[in-house]
Structure formats: C-alpha cells, structure tokens
C-alpha cells in the first residue's frame, strides 16, 4: 500500500514538474514575442481585405466608366505613358478582368518603382503611385519586415511565428484538463468571474478553439520566410515535388542562373525559382507588347496577368499570375523575337508540395475561398491579438513589485533536461528557435546564475 502511494506521489511530483516546465517555456515566449505577434495580426487582418480597401482608396485611379469603344491596345498605352512621362522606362503590364479597370503599368522613374494607370478606352493617364507609399506595401513591409526591413527584421518576423508555434502547442499541454474538468473554463468561459480567472479564461478558451487555425495560419506563411522558406523549398526540389522538371527543357541547368522571381512580377510561389531562359539573339526584331498580350490571350492565360518585359537582349517576355484564383496560376517565359513559348508551367504541372502550398499560400491571403475565407482569416487574427492582450493583462495581474513573476522552476533537473531536448529537436525543425534556445541556455548558464538581482528578477 505504501509502495502505491509513493508511486502516485512520484507520478504527480513528475506531472507537476512537466506541467510548471512547459509553463515557464509558454511564459517566456509569450513575453517576449507577444508584441510582435500582435503587429503580424494586425497587419495580416489588414492585407487580407487589400482588394477591398486598395478598391475604395484608390478608386480615380483603379476605375473608368466603361464605354461600348473598343479598348485600346497596350502598345497605344504605353506610348500615352511615354509622352506622359518621357524619362520613364516601363518594365511591365497588368491586365485586368474587369471591363471598368484601368491598366496597371509598372515603371522605373528616377531608380524607384512607380505604378502608373492608363484608362484603356481613351488613353488617359489616370495618375501615378510610387509603389513604396502603396497603402498594402506599407502593411506588406510591417507584415513582413516590421516597416525597417532588412534582414535582421525579417528573421526576427520569422522567429516570433517560429516561437508562436510552440506556444500553442505548449498552451494546449496547459490547457489540457488534468482532473475530472468542468466545462466552465476549458471549453466555455467563465464570463461571470472577475480578476485574473476571467483574463486567464479569456486566453486559454479562446486559444483552445482557435489552435488549429493558427496553426494552420502560421505554416502557410512560412514558405516566404527567409530561413525555413529556403528549407521547404529546398526539399521541394530535392524531391521533385515543386516545380516541374521539365522547366528546364530549354536546356541544361547551367551552375549559377536568374531565376524567375529576379526578373517578372505576380509569380506563384511554385514557379519564383524555375529558372529563366535566354531568348535567340540571332534575331533582331523584338516583339510588342500587343504581341506578348496575343500569346497570353492564345495559351488562355487567365486574366488579371502581369507581363514582365525582358531584361536586355537575351531577355525574356515573362508572363505570369499568381493574384487570383490558385487553380488559374500560370507562369510563361516567352523568346522576345521569335515568341516561341519557352517555358509554360501552370497549377496542374506542379509537384505535390507545389500544390499544397499554392493553396496553403491562397488560403493564408485570403484568396481560396472569398470573402468568407477573409472573415476566418479576420477572425483568426482578431483572436490572437486578443489572446495576446488578456496574456498580458494577467501577467501584470500575478507580477510581483520585484520580479517577473515567472512560474517556478523548483523542478526535478531531469524534467528541465527531457523539455529542453523537447524544444531543440522543435529547433531540428525550425532553425531559428533551436539557435534562440541555445542562446537563452547559454545565458542562463554563463550569465543570468552570476548577476543575483537579475537571477531574482527572472524567478
């Protein structure tokens, strides 16, 4: 009987120790990235509604009456545009469906991008935008790079969604109901209560039922990460489940090449690497860009389409789309003298981690499913932030004048030692965090155990 009750004991004091480790791993990571998480949500829940909101803001310049006149070819465009502005170099077109939209030309004025709109039934120059004061690119950069850029900020945007990750996978080990649970505070919560038990309520419920859909939300970001976009796309080609193989029909795969995103803008992600051919320079008549619009329209390219003109005199006419439906993705790389299609990959030709992601990515924009994907898009984020928000608020509720008010760590070593392992082989995963890890435990050893305040401070 005595041999059974210490045997119970064991089990609890292992229990608890699990339990206040993988809490004091959620606290920290919560403290640290739950600022950043917020602007990721906040800027995401923003870029998901961009058609809408780019629509209304830039309405003058987005929308013409439309007229029973023919439209205008985009060579007669673009001659408007030059007489408009002579010193601009025009590097490409979009095409849109609709019949009221105006054409989106993408020029170089000055060493900067400026988008610059053509009324396509009267020739009218609507007006221009220099890309980087775009409303959406201005979200695009905090989204991504936290407005400074570079890639400092990019890897930092990358660890925090690394890090939300594991706190939601940490959160749901705490959440978990030990006991015989009520479903007042684990499933539904507990709006009547008051203090730190309606904020704690007001962090775990919500994040139980919306754990999958973050989760879900966080992967198809990744892709476009700095560390571990490289790492999926890598294993997309070792694997052949990118894109196609026979992108590189053109030719041998030379040592060093250009690829596809370098040079054309609206690429899917599937196709920014396969890379770009060179055009027959034994001829010396260059296509238009009516005749590029002519090939986009004979190989059924689905409109809104970009086409990207050629980069010196190998170049290519590059004709792509990636910014509506997934199923409808095309990327074509066109020999700017003879017009032979040299490279024609659409969603059908990709790999099966192509695929996957095109539509994690759509999902992830908020483009799979219209409006009513935006609204689970929306309410995801709207969550997290305020997941975040309640976190903080009862953090500051249990903090202590003198310290952090972490959980204790007053815990078997062989629990801290089995989480860590835990949390590094998540690091085999996600670079990022495994080199963060290292770091905070190389602190914690050589630095945090000799400055007693700051030992304190931390619990």
Request: charged share 20%; hydrophobic share 45%.
């Amino acid at each position: 009987m005595e041999n059974t009750t210490n045997q119970d004991k064991s089990k609890n004091q292992t229990r608890n120790g699990l339990y206040q480790t993988m809490w004091r791993w959620h606290f920290y990571a919560g403290i640290i990235f739950a600022p950043f998480l917020i602007i990721l949500a906040f800027s995401g829940a923003v870029y998901l509604f961009k058609p809408q909101i780019e629509s209304y803001m830039y309405k003058g310049l987005y929308y013409v009456e439309e007229t029973k006149e023919t439209r205008l070819s985009v060579n007669t465009q673009a001659e408007k545009i030059r007489e408009e502005y002579p010193n601009a170099s025009i590097s490409g077109v979009s095409v849109f469906d609709e019949e009221d939209r105006t054409t989106k030309f993408i020029t170089m004025q000055d060493g900067q991008p400026v988008s610059v709109f053509v009324d396509g039934y009267t020739g009218n120059v609507m007006g221009a935008l220099p890309v980087e004061k775009e409303f959406m690119t201005i979200f695009k950069k905090l989204h991504s790079e936290l407005i400074v850029g570079g890639t400092v900020a990019n890897r930092l945007v990358e660890l925090a969604a690394c890090w939300a990750i594991i706190l939601i996978l940490t959160g749901l080990y705490i959440w978990w109901p030990r006991n015989r649970a009520s479903i007042w505070g684990t499933v539904l919560p507990r709006l009547r209560s008051k203090g730190r038990v309606f904020w704690r309520d007001m962090h775990a419920v919500p994040a139980f039922w919306l754990s999958i859909g973050l989760l879900v939300l966080i992967l198809t970001g990744l892709p476009w990460s700095g560390v571990m976009g490289e790492q999926i796309n890598r294993l997309a080609t070792a694997t052949n489940t990118g894109y196609p193989a026979f992108s590189f029909s053109f030719g041998p795969k030379p040592e060093s090449v250009t690829v596809t995103k370098d040079v054309a803008e609206d690429v899917p992600w599937a196709a920014e690497n396969v890379p770009v051919p060179s055009s027959s320079t034994n001829q010396y008549v260059p296509l238009t860009l009516n005749d590029a619009a002519g090939i986009a329209e004979m190989k059924n390219i689905q409109k809104p389409y970009t086409i990207s003109l050629p980069q010196g005199e190998s170049g290519v006419f590059t004709i792509a789309t990636s910014h509506s439906r997934p199923f409808d993705n095309a990327t074509l790389h066109v020999d700017q003298y003879s017009g032979a299609v040299l490279t024609d990959v659409r969603y059908e030709d990709y790999g099966l981690m192509g695929k996957a992601i095109t539509l994690g990515i759509a999902l992830h924009e908020g483009k799979l499913f219209g409006l009513a994907n935006q609204l689970l898009g929306l309410l995801l984020c709207v969550g997290l932030i305020g997941m975040m928000v309640s976190s903080l608020v009862m953090w500051r509720k249990r903090k202590p004048k003198n310290g952090l008010g972490a959980p204790g760590q007053n815990v078997d070593i062989k629990i801290k030692r089995a989480v860590t392992i835990i949390m590094l082989l998540l690091g085999l995963v996600m670079p990022l965090v495994g080199i963060s890890i290292i770091v905070v435990l190389l602190l914690d050893k050589l630095v945090f155990v000799r400055i007693k305040r700051l030992k304190s401070w931390l619990g």
